[in-house]
Antibody, heavy 122, light 108 residues
Framework: QVQLVESGGGVVQPGRSLRLSCAAS????????MHWVRQAPGKGLEWVSV????????YYADSVKGRFTISRDISKNTLYLQMNSLRVEDTAVYYC???????????????WGQGTLVTVSS | EIVLTQSPATLSLSPGERATLSCRAS??????LAWYQQKPGQAPKLLIY???NRATGIPARFSGSGSGTDFTLIISSLEPEDSAVYYC??????????FGQGTRLEIK
């Protein structure tokens, strides 16, 4: 079965960097687009970024554009989110999400990891 | 960016009753609208995609309808485990993907 396991969260000061990882298993990782979605404590869901199955296409929410970078390592079945210049408002649980459609990026968020908490605080 | 507005914010119903949750988009998303269920302390779970298609393993008591700007999620006969926050999400014009603010469903 599909498993997505995030790691790398923690407490970090404003302006610093953090890299999140998501280990995928149970399916052909290279065939599906992948997303990051976040949820601030007690708040709703906010889409952060997407990377296409081949890694060529990447898109970001305006709130993180220029600060966050999404990437994937097919050989390790792992998705990453490099987060630079972190702000207090980036505090959230970050979810790794598998897209629904094979060989494309549909925007249907099929399987979600359990999330990793990032806290940005001085 | 397409804004999704969900109503009501909170719904309190009894087991066996029917729940009707609404989602309105600020502009047409065709039928590219999904619904997710999130229980406390858990990740969201895909229920419905493209307005009316149930995701794998989702019980038939969950159904979706609508097109354009107005969408509905119906839970036909509530069970205690349906207590959760429900989010709608559009992919009609993305990026960015956007979500509604959620409807909290409480089972009395």
């Amino acid at each position: 079965q599909v498993q997505l396991v995030e790691s790398g969260g923690g407490v970090v000061q404003p302006g610093r960097s953090l890299r999140l990882s998501c280990a995928a298993s149970g399916y052909s990782f290279s065939d599906y687009g992948m997303h990051w979605v976040r949820q601030a404590p007690g708040k709703g869901l906010e889409w952060v970024s997407v990377i296409s199955d081949g890694g060529r296409n990447r898109y970001y929410a305006d709130s993180v554009k220029g600060r966050f970078t999404i990437s994937r390592d097919i050989s390790k079945n792992t998705l990453y989110l490099q987060m630079n210049s972190l702000r207090v408002e980036d505090t959230a649980v970050y979810y790794c999400v598998k897209d629904y459609r094979v060989d494309s990026t549909s925007g249907i968020l099929e399987y979600w990891g359990q999330g990793t908490l990032v806290t940005v605080s001085s | 960016e397409i804004v999704l507005t969900q109503s009501p914010a909170t719904l309190s119903l009894s087991p066996g009753e029917r729940a009707t949750l609404s989602c309105r988009a600020s502009q047409s998303v065709t039928n590219y609208l999904a619904w997710y269920q999130q229980k406390p302390g858990q990740a969201p779970k895909l229920l419905i995609y493209d307005a009316f298609n149930r995701a794998t393993g989702i019980p038939a008591r969950f159904s979706g309808s609508g097109s354009g700007t107005d969408f509905t999620l119906i839970i036909s006969s509530l069970e205690p485990e349906d207590s959760a926050v429900y989010y709608c999400q559009q992919r009609g014009n993305w990026p960015p993907i956007t979500f509604g603010q959620g409807t909290r469903l409480e089972i009395k």
